[in-house]
């Protein structure tokens, strides 16, 4: 159901379903919901249904361009038209009620993806808090005009945090699970690039992660998952999400951000990516936006670069040219304790990357990034999971299949 290869004017109706017998409620690709397609009747809602659905997946697929965006807000409006029309007409029709609730109930899911690429909704919401920076540090700078991100040099310094110390503390005193070992469910552990749980497309990683959320993880009356879509996320690797509160080294510098997010008036973040860039290894990540249908809209997402080597960061403007290739804007080496802030309405209307550096020319280097994301209950989460791993043997049983 990937936006580049599904049909938008050709609804594949038995896909969704397949889905919803399978027991997801959402989109994997898109975190869309699922509606409860194929009821006699709702032959137009279901063609805009479908059409929005394929444009919102196209539209978080790491190449799309402002256009894709528009078509997907464009498809969201239509698709609230014809959920309007239906309701008008179920004002005579016999199943009004149930058709109405139905009607409302797909309309509020699918509005809570699409907002967040209203950009300039989303950029307005966050605007106080990234001027509030600039007037709160007098070296913090606007890397691109126009986009509400903010640079500000040794911000964990200033908060009283030793961004070397911080990772290095993390490597020494949390295990690294490599190819196929375990990986413990709640527990605070670092996941090698090299793990299955964490290929993107079925290829490693130079890279090594940890996960963690604010909340405790599946334990307690009604545990919860902050769960963080990107493209490639496997639902196997959310095992690894940890609490922050497990983890001294984390839970010290949320801390100091909490406070920092309090003074100017933000949304505090519930979800930190830590990444470990080895020196010795070719490591970047290409030029991408974070995906916003998981990401609250009037949020920030902040990036703290960590470690004892400073790393080139892009950020990119317009679309690519003929060829694919994409040239930065900006393009700057973050140096340990800096911190690169933007709203979502920025991310989305740019891009950001880490060029692959020589690693003659450079050391370990890492950064911690925080989100303020959706949650999912830890039976959602096993649901996919389950789901996810049926379809991987599938896969696996057509490749032995001869012919």
């Not at 594949?12 to 869309?32: E, Y």
């Not at 106080?128 to 920076?133: E, F, G, K, V």
């Not at 950001?352 to 911690?368: F, M, T, Y």
Request: glycine share 8%.
């Amino acid at each position: 159901m990937r936006g580049k290869t599904a049909r938008r004017d050709k609804p594949q109706l038995w896909a969704i379903q397949q889905l919803r017998d399978a027991g997801l409620t959402v989109c994997p690709f898109s975190s869309m919901p699922l509606a409860d397609v194929g009821k006699p009747g709702r032959e137009e809602v279901d063609a805009a249904f479908w059409a929005m659905l394929v444009d919102a997946v196209g539209a978080h697929e790491s190449g799309a361009t402002a256009a894709d965006r528009e078509r997907a807000s464009d498809s969201h409006a239509a698709y609230v038209k014809s959920l309007e029309a239906e309701a008008a007409h179920a004002d005579v029709e016999p199943q009004a009620v149930d058709r109405r609730t139905c009607a409302q109930m797909d309309q509020d899911q699918s509005r809570r993806i699409l907002e967040p690429l209203d950009l300039k909704h989303s950029d307005e919401m966050g605007i106080q808090p990234i001027n509030d920076l600039l007037e709160l540090y007098s070296d913090a700078y606007r890397p691109l005009d126009g986009h509400n991100i903010v640079v500000v040099p040794k911000l964990m310094q200033k908060l009283d945090m030793d961004p070397v110390k911080v990772q290095q503390d993390l490597i020494d005193k949390y295990p690294i699970r490599k190819g196929s070992e375990s990986i413990e469910r709640g527990g605070v552990q670092w996941v090698a690039g090299n793990h299955k749980s964490l290929h993107y497309r079925g290829n490693e990683l130079a890279r090594e992660k940890m996960w963690f959320q604010r909340e405790e993880t599946w334990t307690g009356p009604a545990p919860k998952i902050n769960y963080y879509y990107y493209t490639g996320v496997q639902w196997a690797v959310v095992n690894a999400q940890s609490c922050w509160s497990k983890c001294a080294e984390v839970q010290g510098v949320m801390d100091k951000m909490d406070a920092l997010y309090e003074r100017i008036n933000a949304p505090s973040a519930n979800h930190v990516i830590v990444t470990r860039y080895r020196g010795e290894v070719k490591s970047g990540i290409g030029p991408h936006f974070d995906k916003p249908q998981s990401i609250a809209p009037n949020s920030l997402i902040t990036i703290l670069k960590t470690g004892p080597t400073g790393r080139t960061f892009n950020l990119y403007q317009g679309e690519p040219s003929s060829n694919g290739s994409e040239t930065p804007t900006w393009s700057r080496v973050l140096n340990p304790g800096d911190a690169l802030i933007m709203t979502l309405g920025a991310n989305c209307a740019t891009k950001h990357g880490v060029p692959i550096d020589d690693p003659a020319q450079c050391g370990d280097a890492g950064s911690l990034c925080l989100r303020t994301v959706s949650e999912k209950t830890c039976e959602e989460v096993e649901r996919h999971q389950a789901a996810s791993e049926r379809a991987k043997q599938r896969a696996r049983d057509r490749r032995r299949t001869p012919g």
